[in-house]
T-cell receptor, first 115, second 111 residues
Framework: GENVEQHPSTLSVQEGDSAVIKCTYS??????FPWYKQELGKGPQLIID?????GEKKDQRIAVTLNKTAKHFSLHITETQPEDSAVYFC??????????????FGKGTHLIIQP | GAGVSQSPSNKVTEKGKDVELRCDPI?????LYWYRQSLGQGLEFLIY????????KSGLPSDRFSAERTGGSVSTLTIQRTQQEDSAVYLC?????????FGPGTRLTVL
């Protein structure tokens, strides 16, 4: 089955700087890669996703890049703000939305924005 | 509109007792997922429901775990004879198109 590795486990950056979180996956059949943000006491919330037919996707301060050959994808947050502090999870699936097998998640990155 | 709701938000139980966790998906969402989130870990997929179809139970951790979905809406996850290793946050998600919307989870503590 799919295995997703995520690094780093903790990332501390100064407010206004950029943050990058990286994930690798094992199943070459995976073609859907969402990123979720989880705040304390809440469920994960989708912030951006990418499919294998594109290499990069942007949404305001957030961007995701995908390298299918190397089987890795990354989340980039620019101009970080205090409200970006949270745990971020990457995930992968052969099916858009997760299909019947659900999403395979990384172990998460605790992003800390230092004022 | 209303999101996915789960109850209870917290559950403390003694080892060996049975527990039932409830999920109310977003109205109209036919796909529903259960995940388990252990401390410091990612989410582990447990089971998937599509409408009223019988689910594939192969992702459940043991035969002490069962789940059902009544009328294609509300779902319950039941854990029998709870063990300490069952302690985790249990998350439910319903899906519309490609997006899974998660509830706040039920934190289960087995003493």
């Amino acid at each position: 089955g799919e295995n997703v590795e995520q690094h780093p486990s903790t990332l501390s950056v100064q407010e206004g700087d950029s943050a990058v979180i990286k994930c690798t996956y094992s199943d070459s059949a995976s073609n859907y890669f969402p990123w979720y943000k989880q705040e304390l006491g809440k469920g994960p919330q989708l912030i951006i996703d990418i499919r294998s037919n594109v290499g990069e996707k942007k949404d305001q301060r957030i961007a995701v890049t995908l390298n299918k050959t190397a089987k890795h994808f990354s989340l980039h947050i620019t101009e970080t703000q205090p409200e970006d502090s949270a745990v971020y999870f990457c995930a992968a699936s052969p099916y858009s939305g997760g299909g019947a097998d659900g999403l395979t998640f990384g172990k998460g990155t605790h992003l800390i924005i230092q004022p | 509109g209303a999101g996915v709701s789960q109850s209870p938000s917290n559950k403390v139980t003694e080892k060996g007792k049975d527990v039932e966790l409830r999920c109310d998906p977003i109205s109209g969402h036919t796909a529903l997922y259960w995940y388990r989130q252990s401390l410091g870990q990612g989410l582990e997929f447990l089971i998937y429901f599509q409408g009223n179809s019988a689910p594939d139970k192969s992702g459940l951790p043991s035969d002490r775990f069962s789940a059902e979905r009544t009328g294609g809406s509300v779902s319950t996850l039941t854990i029998q004879r709870t063990q300490q290793e069952d302690s985790a946050v249990y998350l439910c998600a319903s899906r519309q198109e490609d997006t899974q919307y998660f509830g706040p989870g039920t934190r289960l503590t087995v003493l």
